[in-house]
């Protein structure tokens, strides 16, 4: 056993923004009060929230809209900082957290591939020698030398899926990617994740699709509530989000 990511305790909180409803003047009278109430006022999203990934898992996070899960996520990258607690990660992070977020709209796809590789940490050697396949497997075609604005948003995540998996993950972070690609492109992608396993890699993926969290991950955590509300194997803990979500006949 040899954890990654190591969360202890983490917290996060965000601002939140107000409107000055009593009036700018008000505000201006009253002002040690005002940024008092100002600093008051966060949205606490995660609380005390502890666990760890070993090399090689596949864990699947869960839970409703709001939840936390990409702000998880968003601190396993590196991109926003906890709290409170620490986030220790033991690997290079290879996050596809939001469409195409790597991706220059007008540069075309290839060159994004070039763009995107040594963003990831790879020389430019490396990349090219990784292009073709990238290419073939996004199944993008011609468009390949269009520029990106041009691709329909499934195009889009094909390609940055493909980039990220030829490009030699060590810890694999996906956010809800999936979902826009048509049925045969999430086939290939599950199929290649699949395939990670027991390389070594280790993956999280954020989603609302449940069966595809079931067949891919290892362990699933279900945010709900600031905390871990459970966590443990797959078909279990999606039975109790599922059996927790569902409509109640109260009005
Ligand atoms: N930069 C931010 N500033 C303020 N609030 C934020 C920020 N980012 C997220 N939030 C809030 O934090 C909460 C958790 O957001 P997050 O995006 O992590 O949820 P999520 O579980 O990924 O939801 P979804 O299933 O809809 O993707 C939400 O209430 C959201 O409004
Ligand atoms: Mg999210």
Redesign the pocket.
């Known amino acids: 056993m040899e954890p990654v990511i190591v969360f202890d305790r983490v917290s996060k909180e ?2 939140l923004y107000h409107r000055v409803t009593a009036g700018l003047k008000h505000f201006l009278l009253d002002l040690p009060g005002a940024i008092r109430s100002l600093r008051s006022t966060r ?1 606490e ?1 995660l609380r005390d929230v502890s666990f760890t990934v070993q090399r090689g898992e596949s864990v699947g996070i869960i ?1 409703r ?7 998880l996520l968003l601190m396993i990258a590196g991109v926003i900082k906890p709290c409170g607690g620490t986030v220790t990660v033991r690997e290079r992070v290879s996050p596809l957290l939001e469409l195409g977020s790597g991706f220059h709209p007008d540069l075309s796809g290839r060159e994004n591939i070039e763009l995107n590789g040594v963003l990831l940490g790879l020389s430019r050697r490396q990349v090219l020698t990784k292009q073709d396949s990238i290419i073939e497997f996004s199944e993008i075609g011609d468009y390949i030398d269009q520029p990106i604005r041009t691709y329909s948003s499934g195009m889009v995540a094909r390609l940055a899926f493909s980039v990220l998996v030829h490009l030699d993950p060590m810890i694999l972070l996906i956010d ?1 990617v999936l979902a826009v690609g048509d049925f045969a492109f999430e086939k290939k992608c599950l199929d290649m994740m699949l395939s990670f396993k027991g390389s070594g890699v280790t993956t999280v993926l ?1 989603s ?1 699709a449940l069966p595809q969290v079931e067949q891919m991950c290892d362990r699933v955590i279900w ?1 709900e509530d600031r905390s871990i509300r459970c966590c443990g194997a797959p078909s279990e803990v999606i039975a109790a989000y599922i059996e927790h979500s569902k409509p109640t006949d109260k009005p």
């Open positions: 965000y601002p949205l999203v839970g809209n709001g939840a936390g899960k990409s702000t809800e954020v609302h945010i």
